[in-house]
């Protein structure tokens, strides 16, 4: 059983290095065992299947510091396998889940974002009460509203096709083994902050839109306007929240992997 406390404490004691000096009756160092799949109790604590191979990579090179160069990843046990290679085959299926799943939800991201970037691209020419025939210059070029429209819609515009080439990135990695330590988790990050501040700035540029057209009849209309348009905002990021700060804290938060203090 993998205990991060117990790992910790082995390290704090400098107990560490003599254990990665060792092997069993099979000649498996702790790297070997380290490279084995975790049982099935500890990888169901962990959400998502490419999580979960973050943390089994994670587990593996924080042993492999320990070990000394000339046992590191060459040595073999009685079957003449490296530590590697039986992480690669313990891993196998693992690898195959998480690429299902990056690539399933990349293609459902990217075509929101594609949406996101067509609507906006088009409004940039069609831009809200129309143009001057003789010079072309928007009529409300010089209100507030209009500027708010100009710089949400660039935004959305410029966040969404971030996002629209984060998970195109994703869709063509090589899916090796250490890609999910960093690598696939970085681009599903960015795509992900990108689509949700796509979202956000195409829902502004729509409520300053409606406020140009209906600011002669109806100047409160911004308001209540402005409320629902935060709603669908507020949905993607209640949904999506939660995978997003568990993968931002697993790829660049604290490390598990800590000095224990010992009293």
């Not at 082995?10 to 490279?35: V, Y």
């Not at 990888?43 to 510091?65: A, D, H, N, P, T």
């Not at 992480?87 to 929101?112: A, D, I, P, R």
């Not at 409520?207 to 507020?234: D, G, H, Y």
Request: overall charge positive; hydrophobic content about 50%; aromatic content about 12%.
């Amino acid at each position: 059983m993998r205990q991060e406390n117990v790992f910790n404490l082995l390290k704090d004691m400098n107990m560490s290095r003599s254990l990665a000096l060792q092997s069993d009756g099979s000649k498996n160092t702790i790297l070997h065992l380290a490279a084995k799949l975790a049982p099935p109790r500890q990888l169901s604590s962990i959400s998502g299947s490419v999580l979960q191979m973050q943390r089994e990579l994670q587990w593996f090179k924080e042993v492999e510091k320990l070990m000394p160069p000339m046992l590191n990843r060459n040595a073999q046990n009685h079957e003449k396998r490296t530590a590697w290679e039986v992480f690669t085959e313990e891993h196998k299926e693992l690898v195959k889940k998480g690429e299902e799943w990056m690539k399933g939800t990349s293609n459902s991201c990217m075509v929101v974002a594609t949406l996101i970037a067509t609507v906006a691209f088009a409004a940039a020419f069609t831009v809200p009460g129309g143009n001057k025939e003789d010079t072309g210059i928007p009529f409300f070029l010089w209100t507030n509203s209009f500027m708010v429209f100009v710089v949400s819609n660039s935004g959305a515009l410029f966040f969404s096709t971030t996002s629209l080439l984060m998970f195109l990135s994703i869709l063509t990695a090589r899916y090796a083994e250490e890609d999910f330590l960093r690598s696939l988790p970085k681009r599903l990050i960015i795509g992900f902050a990108s689509l949700f501040f796509a979202i956000a700035a195409m829902m502004v540029a729509f409520c300053a839109t409606l406020s140009i057209v209906l600011s002669e009849r109806l100047k409160w209309i911004s308001i209540p306007i402005a409320l629902l348009a935060s709603f669908p905002v507020s949905m993607f990021a209640l949904l999506q929240l939660p995978l997003f700060v568990q993968m931002l804290q697993s790829t660049y938060g604290s490390t598990t992997f800590r000095p224990q203090k010992l009293w």
